[in-house]
């Protein structure tokens, strides 16, 4: 069952449409992405969800309720963090979890979600004194202390290093385990391909393709990369009439083609009819940044 249905959303400022008749629907449990380069009217979107802003047309619907008619009751359902969250540095832990807790008629006990979220440590630490990571932990307990259906996690894992972001995703997944349905917007892919069931990609303030991560790179032209140091220099006119080529480019004398399967077996037999031995040959599925690229410029 969808807890999440937007249809024909448009929003505009200034009269500039930011966002241009986006639908999507977010099954219940699941991690939906929103994923699109700057400007794509990401925020824009989740904001319309949340209720914090009132969409020019369309309709927005949380558990089959109006976000902005019936704020109340959506925020006692849907948890947000918001992008480019801030506390009061000196605020601690502790203070943060207990002013949160009141703000909410049914909350959650805020003491094992400050232990699942390894801050129990923490709880007299200083905001202003809490690492990024450590930041990001707090704005998930924070999103989830109401006790709520659906989580709006906005750039969550921007500026953290890796080993922090990898935590975060294995959170992220603990969340929607626990049976909470994430809506999270990205626009790292290797983060919306690791955690995401499905993903709307945006480009422009419109839904540009929606599906599985898998599917979206099905679906874009070069879903295989073929890579290989040939035996002897090779015109990328000796490669053009491939099948399924998508494109041909070199790089410190290697040689990268991008296309299909059926591309990949071409090549490997053009090499061998010429004679030519590819050295430290890769032939690797596209990733989602592949894809990502490939459907926004088509449809640019
Ligand atoms: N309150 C506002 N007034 C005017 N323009 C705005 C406002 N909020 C956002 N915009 C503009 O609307 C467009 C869409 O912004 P939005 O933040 O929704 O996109 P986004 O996809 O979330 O981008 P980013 O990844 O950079 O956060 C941008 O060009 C932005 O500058």
Known sequence: MAIIEVNGLRKAYGGRPVVDGISFAVEEGEIFGLLGPNGAGK????????????????SVRVAGLDPVADHRRVTGLLGAQLQESE???ALT????????HGCYPRPADWRPLAERLGLTAHLDTRFGKLS???RQRLF?????????????LDELTTGLDPRARRDTWELIEDV????VTVLLVTHFMAEAQRLCDRVALLGAGRVVALDT???????SAGATVISFVPSRPLDDRELAGLPGLTAVGQQDGRVVVTGTDETADATVSLLARHGITARHLRITDATLDDAFLDLTAREA
């Open 176 to 179: 929607r385990d626990s049976g």
């Open 43 to 58: 925020t824009t979107t989740v904001e319309c969800v949340e209720g914090l802003r009132t969409p020019d047309a369309g």
């Open 140 to 152: 998930i307990a924070l999103a989830l202390i109401g006790g709520p259906r659906v989580v709006v």
């Open 87 to 89: 506390l009061q540095a």
């Open 132 to 134: 990024g990571g450590r």
């Open 93 to 100: 832990v502790r203070e943060a979890l207990e002013l949160y």
């Open 213 to 219: 991560p898998a599917g979206l790179i099905g679906r």
